[in-house]
């Protein structure tokens, strides 16, 4: 990843974390080479630190972040939609998910399935797919309604 030189650093409030941590549907924002704001809608997940995006290597949200590491994601309470959390920052790393562990998890988180080839994806995608994680580190949140 590219050097990024915003050291701000902020993490998500205790009482919206659960909108991060799932399972709630969120929108990744990522940018295009041409400059456009790309939406993809995305499972993620929250390990204390960053907010971790699941994807395949070489689909767009992994190109664009490789040229552009700014990112934002919004998760929407499905129960309240003025409940909601934005989280801006960047990725600052992409790290391959071995043996699909982070997949799996989120397939179970969302799906409520053991695997994710197999159970959610055609198991014959599973050896032609390079799934890795994008880490993203938020340097601004905004939650809503404000604490």
């Given at each position: 990843?590219?050097?990024?030189?915003?050291?701000?650093?902020?993490?998500?409030?205790?009482?919206h974390?659960?909108?991060?941590?799932?399972?709630?549907?969120?929108?990744?924002?990522?940018?295009?080479?041409?400059?456009?704001?790309?939406?993809?809608?995305?499972?993620c997940?929250?390990?204390?630190?960053?907010?971790?995006?699941?994807?395949?290597?070489?689909?767009?949200?992994?190109?664009?972040?490789?040229?552009?590491?700014?990112?934002?994601?919004?998760?929407?309470?499905?129960?309240?939609?003025?409940?909601?959390?934005?989280?801006?920052?960047?990725?600052?790393?992409?790290?391959?998910?071995?043996?699909?562990?982070?997949?799996n998890?989120?397939?179970?988180?969302?799906?409520?399935?053991?695997?994710?080839?197999?159970?959610?994806?055609?198991?014959?995608?599973?050896?032609?797919?390079?799934?890795?994680i994008?880490?993203?580190?938020?340097?601004?949140?905004?939650?809503?309604?404000?604490?």
């Amino acid at each position: 990843m590219s050097e990024h030189n915003d050291k701000r650093e902020e993490s998500i409030p205790q009482s919206h974390l659960d909108l991060i941590a799932g399972p709630v549907y969120a929108v990744l924002t990522t940018v295009a080479d041409d400059g456009q704001p790309e939406n993809t809608v995305v499972w993620c997940s929250w390990d204390g630190e960053y907010v971790l995006v699941n994807t395949v290597e070489g689909r767009r949200k992994h190109d664009n972040v490789r040229g552009n590491p700014l990112v934002a994601i919004t998760a929407i309470d499905p129960t309240d939609p003025y409940r909601w959390v934005d989280v801006r920052g960047y990725v600052e790393s992409v790290v391959p998910d071995e043996g699909n562990a982070n997949i799996n998890y989120h397939a179970k988180l969302y799906a409520g399935v053991e695997a994710y080839y197999g159970d959610f994806a055609p198991l014959d995608r599973e050896g032609s797919e390079n799934r890795i994680i994008l880490k993203i580190k938020p340097t601004n949140v905004v939650a809503y309604p404000h604490n």
